[in-house]
């Protein structure tokens, strides 16, 4: 099929000809993939971004993210495509099959990801954002916290974010006054704004996992004293359920000038003093940790 998006000749020659991507093939943990199965995911993305993400373009625009009572809601039009896309497994493509994803080739995955790009970027950035986010949890978390929040984000049944930036903490990430005290049970409280928050809230997902920045009480300043903590929107019960709200609430949405379908959401961890959230890794380890993330974005 034809499509006014991405030249997918160019993508096949940059692919087989300038990369040789059929090298990997050889042996290893890509030895089950062939050319035939590359020619089909680019097919299969091509039929994604064209009959499902791309009608969502202008209409998303046009619908945007609306923001009352304290909820938020992404544009109507994503939900149906956004079903299909985690269904089809476009969202964890590149993970491995251990932990739930199909384990493709990055220069394969990145290839299909043009075409989702192009169709609509703010659609895509949900997705994006909790592979990210559940990545981060792959890596560096435990086996229970990795059946507690990452299976069921990488089934998309679940959101996630990065939330590092403050309202006086931009570009100098390590000024961020975001707390973490600790608890008996040895979880911790977390108060602080985050602002910026790509995907920060929306009703696509049932739950939203957060990895946050904050600096435990009695840590140094600066970069070197921040830690990075998994704090759910709606806390997460021990057989996995649903519990009560965990003290995130939204502030905000931001009025941009493009990309109107993705919620940027001004994010307030703690005005109840009842936002818990888990060490990820290890105490003042938060900022290498997060840049895994970082770079992927």
């Given at each position: 099929m034809s499509n006014g998006l991405v030249n997918i000749r160019d993508q096949k020659f940059v692919l087989f000809e300038q990369l040789g991507v059929d090298k990997l093939?050889?042996?290893?943990?890509?030895?089950?993939?062939?050319?035939?199965?590359?020619?089909?995911?680019?097919?299969?993305?091509?039929?994604?971004?064209?009959n499902e993400i791309l009608p969502t373009y202008s209409l998303g625009d046009q619908q945007g993210c609306t923001f009352e009572d304290g909820q938020v809601k992404a544009?109507?039009?994503f939900h149906e495509p956004y079903k299909k896309f985690c269904e089809a497994g476009w969202n964890v493509a590149y993970r491995s099959p251990e932990a739930g994803g199909q384990g493709m080739p990055l220069s394969v995955f990145y290839a299909c990801a043009e075409l989702f790009n192009a169709a609509n970027f703010p659609f895509?950035?949900?997705?994006?954002?909790?592979?990210?986010?559940?990545?981060?949890?792959?890596?560096?978390?435990?086996?229970?916290?990795?059946?507690k929040y990452m299976d069921k984000m990488y089934t998309g049944q679940w959101g996630g974010t990065m939330c590092l930036t403050e309202p006086g903490a931009g570009s100098d990430v390590g000024a961020l006054k975001t707390r973490a005290k600790l608890l008996p049970d040895g979880s911790y409280q977390i108060t602080g704004t985050k602002c910026f928050i790509s995907s920060g809230d929306h009703d696509l997902t049932e739950n939203n996992i957060h990895a946050v920045l904050a600096r435990i009480e009695g840590d140094?300043?600066?970069?070197?004293?921040?830690?990075?903590f998994i704090v759910p929107k709606i806390k997460v019960n021990d057989d996995g359920s649903l519990g009560d709200p965990n003290d995130v609430l939204t502030g905000n949405i931001e009025h941009k000038m493009g990309i109107k379908g993705?919620?940027?959401?001004?994010?307030?961890?703690?005005?109840?003093?009842?936002?818990?959230?888990?060490?990820?890794?290890?105490?003042?380890?938060?900022?290498?940790?997060m840049f895994n993330m970082m770079n992927e974005a």
């Open positions: 093939f050889a042996k290893g943990k890509y030895q089950d993939y062939t050319v035939e199965d590359v020619n089909m995911l680019l097919g299969e993305a091509e039929k994604m971004a064209v544009p109507p039009c895509v950035m949900y997705p994006g954002l909790t592979c990210g986010a559940g990545g981060l949890i792959e890596k560096y978390g435990t086996e229970a916290q990795q059946r140094p300043p600066g970069t070197d004293g921040i830690s990075l993705s919620a940027t959401c001004t994010l307030n961890f703690g005005e109840e003093e009842n936002c818990i959230g888990e060490l990820l890794g290890e105490e003042r380890a938060g900022m290498a940790i």
